[in-house]
C-alpha cells in the first residue's frame, strides 16, 4: 500500500468513523468496507468503497455519510467510488467488530481458512459443542444451535435458533 | 467500453441476472413460508446487484433494463420461464446456479474485465445453489406427491439448460468442461434427490442458444411489459 499522508490519515479515520447504516454498531472501519482514501489536493478527495454483497442497498447510504462527513471537515470535492476486487470477506470484519455484533446479539462469523474465489463448503446446518468452530448463540453463549434459513433480514445475515435457550438470532453469515 | 465482445458478454449475463431477479421478486407475498420469502428476496438482491454492476459495463443500466424492447434482452430462456410451482422454481434456480457458479469461477480465475465481479459474485452464488440443492433433497426424497412435481419441474426445464453452453462472444471458459461438470453435478444432486436425471433432448432446433440472440418464449413479453411498465410510464421518476 502506498504511504499515506498525514491527511490522508486523518481523513481515513474520520471515513472510518462513520456507522454501517444497518449495523450501526459497527464503524465502517470495523466492517471492513473502507478500502483507502487519496488526497489530489488540499480539499479532494477520493474515497475507495467495496460493498459487502454486489446487491447491498446500503453502499449509497455509505457513500452519503462519508461525503457529509468529509465535506463538514473542510473538503470540497469527495468523490467516493465503488471497487469489487478484491473481494470483500467477512475476515475483513475487525475482532472489535467481530465482538461488537456478538454484544448487539447478531453471532459474528467464523474465520474462513481459505481465500480467493473458490466457493465455500457449506456445513452443516446444525452446530454441537464438540464441533471445533460452532456458530454459538449471542444470548446464552451455547454452541448448540441449529440452521433455520441461509438468508435472513439482510443478504449478509442467516437466521440461526438456539437449541438451549430456544431464542432465535442472526449470524453473520460467513462470505 | 471500446470493444463489442466485452459488451455482448455483459449484456448476456447482465441480463440473467437482472431477468432471474425479477422472477424471483415475484415470489414476493406469495412464497410457501415466510422463510422462503425472504430467501428468494435475497437471492433476487445479490442478482440485482449482479447485473447493475454488469449493465453499466454495457451502457446505461437504467436505459438497459427499461428501455429494450424484447428482442435486444440476451438472457437464456431458462431464467426468463415463469415461477410455475415451488419446485418449478427450485428446478430452475438449481439449473441456473449451478451453471452459474462454474462460469463465474472460470471468469473469477482469469484477468479478465469479468474477473472482479466474478470473484466477488461467486461467493454469493455458492449459497444460491446450496439453498436449491437443499430444497431438491427435501422435495425430491419428501412425500409422494413433492416427489413427483419435484420430478416434473425437472423434467419441463430441462430442455432449457443446452443453451447454457453455448460459447458467448467475450467470455474466456471452456464451455464443453463446464457442460460435463454441471451434467456430473446434476447426476449427483438428482440422484441423491431420490429423482431421476431427465432424458428429453437439452435443447430443441428452434431454440439452441435462441435467448443468446434475442429470441425468446412467450412469457418474457409479458414479464418485461410489466418489469418495464413504470418507467415507461414516468420517464425519470424518482422517490
Known amino acids: 500500500m502506498v504511504t499515506a499522508t498525514a491527511l490522508e490519515a486523518e481523513l481515513l479515520e474520520l471515513a472510518g468513523s462513520v456507522p454501517d447504516p444497518e449495523l450501526p454498531v459497527l464503524t465502517l472501519q470495523e466492517l471492513g468496507v473502507l478500502r483507502a482514501v487519496h488526497a489530489s489536493g488540499p480539499d479532494t478527495v477520493e474515497v475507495d468503497l467495496t460493498p459487502t454483497y454486489t446487491g447491498c442497498p446500503a453502499i449509497e447510504a455509505m457513500s452519503t455519510d462519508i461525503e457529509r462527513v468529509l465535506r463538514a471537515h473542510g473538503m470540497r470535492e469527495v468523490t467516493v467510488r ?21 454484544e448487539f446479539g447478531i453471532a459474528p462469523p467464523r474465520e474462513r481458512h481459505d481465500t480467493g474465489p473458490i466457493p465455500l463448503t457449506l456445513g452443516a446446518t446444525r452446530t454441537l459443542a464438540e464441533d471445533t468452530d460452532p456458530v454459538r448463540c449471542p444470548h446464552c453463549g451455547s454452541a448448540d444451535t441449529e440452521l433455520l434459513s441461509r438468508f435472513s433480514s439482510t443478504a449478509c445475515k442467516a437466521l440461526r435458533r438456539c437449541l438451549s435457550c430456544r431464542e432465535p438470532f442472526d449470524h453473520f453469515k460467513e462470505l | 467500453m471500446t470493444a463489442t465482445a466485452p459488451a455482448t458478454a455483459a449484456l448476456a449475463l447482465g441480463d440473467d441476472a437482472l431477468v432471474l431477479s425479477h422472477r424471483l421478486g415475484e415470489w414476493a407475498g406469495h412464497a410457501p413460508v415466510l422463510e422462503e420469502e425472504v ?59 449451478t451453471y452459474q457458479q462454474l462460469l463465474y469461477t472460470e471468469l473469477a480465475a482469469g484477468d ?28 425430491g426424497d419428501g412425500t409422494e406427491l413433492s416427489q413427483e412435481r ?38 449427483d444432486v438428482l440422484g441423491r434427490a431420490t429423482l431421476t436425471v431427465p432424458e428429453g433432448p437439452r435443447s430443441g432446433a428452434w431454440s439452441a442458444g435462441a435467448g443468446r440472440q434475442g429470441l425468446h418464449t412467450e412469457p418474457f413479453g409479458r414479464m418485461l411489459a410489466e418489469m418495464q411498465h413504470l418507467h415507461r410510464s414516468h420517464p425519470g421518476a424518482s422517490w
Open chain 2, 39 to 97: 430467501a428468494l428476496a435475497n437471492i433476487a438482491l445479490d442478482l440485482l446487484g449482479q447485473a447493475r454492476v454488469l449493465l453499466s459495463m454495457a451502457g446505461d443500466e437504467d436505459e438497459l433494463a427499461y428501455l429494450r424492447e424484447e428482442r435486444a434482452f440476451r438472457n437464456l430462456q431458462l431464467v426468463e420461464q415463469p415461477n410455475g410451482d415451488f419446485a418449478h422454481t427450485i428446478a430452475r434456480q438449481l439449473y441456473f446456479s
Open chain 1, 82 to 102: 465503488t471497487v469489487l476486487s478484491p473481494a470483500w470477506s467477512t475476515d475483513d470484519i475487525t475482532a472489535e467488530g467481530r465482538r461488537k455484533l456478538q
Open chain 2, 150 to 187: 419435484m420430478q416434473q419441474a425437472c423434467d419441463a426445464l430441462w430442455r432449457f439448460t443446452g443453451e447454457m453452453f453455448q460459447p458467448v462472444e467475450g467470455l474466456d471458459a471452456d464451455w464443453a468442461d463446464m457442460e460435463t461438470r454441471w451434467l456430473e453435478s446434476m447426476t
Open chain 2, 112 to 139: 479478465g474485465p469479468f474477473a472482479p465481479l466474478a470473484a466477488k459474485a461467486v461467493k454469493e452464488v455458492a449459497y444460491h445453489r446450496d439453498h436449491a440443492e437443499q430444497w431438491t433433497l427435501r422435495l
